[in-house]
């Protein structure tokens, strides 16, 4: 008996490519990213912070380069603030000069495609999630390293977005009563002791108070601690020097103590690390997991979340945009067939009454 044709599912999920973009305060990634999280396409800008219409033409101008080349149903935006609930305004950045900025309907009156706003760290935590270090795991905390400390809770394969769309701002859980200033106003938040500004402040007291551990770093920034950065203190840890796998332990301890806090809060399946301090790798992360496990609640008789570093690199932001903007797409093409559906039966006329007469 011959094979007969099967039919096509009506489960069948439509994956169209879709944009992603990342919106930082000193450069944008962007790229086109099919239903699998794999990157068609990237291209990066530098960001002009201050001019809030530069930005926008940036955005408007790479969708337009990808839209000539590939059929694009759908752009997400991975932007450097707070986003409301509805995904659509960023109503404060701290490195862009956006206040309640309405970019979804700016950035979707220009390109004539659907589009979702949110933050940045939400898009890379999406990334993480369906393609990363996530894939597979139910509840996954995000938590990003860099000039400060963003992060993000997914949920069942949802972002946790809080009432007003301001969740997942970790880096300002209060560590310590009292302690370092920090620019949100406050004093002693986590991020200053566990994020790459801590870091550099770290090292570079220790070079200006000529401290002889702090040779290694001296020559690296030529003796002129404004010139020490992270990611030299991370590349002389990696060579190692004493001192800064000692700096990088620290800022471990610190990352681990708030860790187990949101464990406490959350009680995660899985716990990734990512950011640009994440580089530093297992000399940040074996003494994470140390501290974290010594500051859990019911340390011993409850299983500790695993602690990874992300996969997917700077582009977690942009694929992870590019991952909501599919569901926007999808939406949207559900959206029309509905009205085409209603335009149809209107037309042929299903509606009309029976004729007295016939």
């Known amino acids: 008996m011959p094979d007969t044709p099967r039919r096509r599912s009506r489960a069948t999920r439509w994956d169209p490519l879709t944009v992603g973009i990342d919106i930082?305060?000193?450069?944008?990634?962007a790229g086109v990213v099919d239903g699998s999280g794999g990157i068609v396409?990237?291209?990066?800008?530098?960001?002009?912070?201050?001019?809030?219409?530069?930005?926008?033409?940036?955005?408007?101008?790479?969708?337009?380069q990808f839209s000539e080349r590939y059929e694009v149903a759908a752009v997400g935006i991975g932007a450097a603030g707070f986003v409301d609930a509805s995904r659509s305004t960023v109503t404060f950045s701290p490195h862009l000069a956006w206040r309640d900025e309405p970019l979804r309907a700016r950035v979707g009156g220009r390109v004539r495609l659907p589009v979702v706003v949110d933050n940045d760290a939400n898009a890379a935590a999406q990334g993480e999630s369906r393609f990363g270090a996530g894939k597979g795991q139910r509840f996954v905390l995000c938590v990003n390293l860099g000039t400060g400390i963003g992060g993000a809770l997914v949920l069942d394969g949802r972002v946790f977005r809080g009432a007003n769309g301001m969740a997942g701002e970790f880096g300002h859980m209060q560590v310590v009563e009292h302690g370092h200033r920090c620019p949100c106003g406050n004093r002693g938040c986590w991020e200053q002791?566990?994020?790459g500004n801590a870091l550099e402040r770290e090292a570079r007291e220790l070079?200006?108070?000529?401290?002889?551990?702090?040779?290694?770093?001296?020559?690296?920034?030529g003796g002129d601690p404004s010139r020490l950065h992270g990611p030299m203190v991370t590349e002389a840890a990696r060579h190692g020097d004493p001192l800064a796998i000692e700096l990088i332990a620290d800022m471990g301890r610190w990352l681990g103590i708030g860790l187990a806090n949101l464990v406490a809060a959350f009680d995660p399946s899985c716990v990734i690390i990512g950011g640009g301090v994440s580089e530093a790798g297992e000399l940040l992360l074996a003494p994470t997991r140390t501290a974290m496990s010594r500051s859990m609640?019911?340390?011993?008789?409850?299983?500790?979340?695993?602690?990874?570093?992300a996969v997917l690199g700077p582009?977690?932001?942009f694929i992870g945009a590019a991952d909501m903007a599919r569901s926007a797409a999808r939406r949207s093409r559900s959206a029309d067939r509905r009205r085409d559906r209603r335009a149809r039966v209107r037309n042929e006329g299903w509606f009309r009454r029976p004729d007295p007469g016939s």
């Open 24 to 29: 930082g305060g000193t450069k944008v990634l």
């Open 193 to 195: 002791y566990a994020s």
């Open 41 to 64: 396409e990237q291209q990066r800008r530098d960001t002009i912070g201050h001019d809030v219409t530069a930005v926008e033409d940036t955005i408007v101008e790479l969708v337009t």
């Open 207 to 221: 070079v200006v108070a000529r401290s002889p551990m702090a040779h290694e770093l001296t020559v690296r920034c």
């Open 315 to 317: 582009s977690a932001g």
């Open 297 to 309: 609640v019911g340390r011993g008789y409850r299983p500790a979340p695993p602690v990874v570093a």
